[in-house]
């Protein structure tokens, strides 16, 4: 199906463990987004990309990490996760101009 | 830096009476500006997508108007419904395409 998916939809991992968040989109769109999402905080941007191979810090980039080699990918690391990295976390896909079109998350719990 | 902010943060109605969000930002240089619903553990729906030369959108029972001047967006629904109780998002796109997002109305229509 055409959209954009997020895996795994649910995730528990132990501090200090290494976890990718994985983001695909079927559009083809230039641009993708990680955000994520917090009681009290909102929804805030932790990284962006314009296109394959070019990425951009958001306003919470610390601890996080992520790549672009095709379009339609875009994970996000977390290099050693912390427990305030607990949270929910989305990606979203746009076409400059047309709006954004976001995935269904993924919940992030650190013990 | 642009801030955007949305009041009142939470709004109980009985159904049948219409819905009046707002949304109001800093920065009136701005692309576009974005309606979305959330629903409880869910994700993000769009509803409605104004781009900075239009003055409204309208899709259904759901009217957004901008006024990019005074850096303010209103969303109404008319004739609420129990099934439109969410959390209601407001998110103005600006330079680089990124999305700064409010802190969301959560409504409660009342059967």
């Known amino acids: 199906d055409a959209g954009i998916t997020q895996s795994p939809r649910y995730k528990i991992t132990e501090t200090g463990r290494q976890v990718t968040l994985m983001c695909h989109q079927t559009?083809?769109?230039?641009?993708m987004f990680w955000y994520r999402q917090d009681l009290g905080h909102g929804l805030r941007l932790i990284y962006y990309?314009?296109?394959?191979?070019?990425?951009d810090k958001g306003e919470v980039p610390d601890g996080y990490v992520v790549s672009r080699s095709k379009t339609e990918n875009f994970p996000l690391t977390l290099e050693s996760a912390t427990r305030s990295q607990t949270s929910v976390y989305f990606c979203a896909s746009s076409l400059q101009g047309y709006g954004y079109t976001f995935g269904s998350g993924t919940r992030l719990t650190v013990v | 830096k642009q801030e955007v902010t949305q009041i009142p943060a939470a709004l109980s109605v009985p159904e049948g009476e219409n819905l009046v969000l707002n949304c109001s930002f800093t920065d009136s240089a701005i692309y576009n500006l974005q309606w979305f619903r959330q629903d409880p553990g869910k994700g993000l729906t769009s509803l409605l997508l104004i781009q900075s030369s239009q003055r409204e959108q309208t899709s259904g029972r759901l009217n957004a108007s901008l006024d990019k001047s005074s850096g303010r967006s209103t969303l109404y629904i008319a004739a609420s419904q129990p099934g439109d109780s969410a959390t209601y998002l407001c998110?103005?796109?600006?330079?680089?395409?990124?999305?700064?997002f409010g802190g969301g109305t959560r409504v409660l229509v009342k059967p």
């Open positions: 990309s314009a296109a394959a191979d070019i990425t």
């Open positions: 998110a103005v796109e600006a330079a680089g395409n990124k999305l700064t």
């Open positions: 559009w083809s769109h230039s641009y």
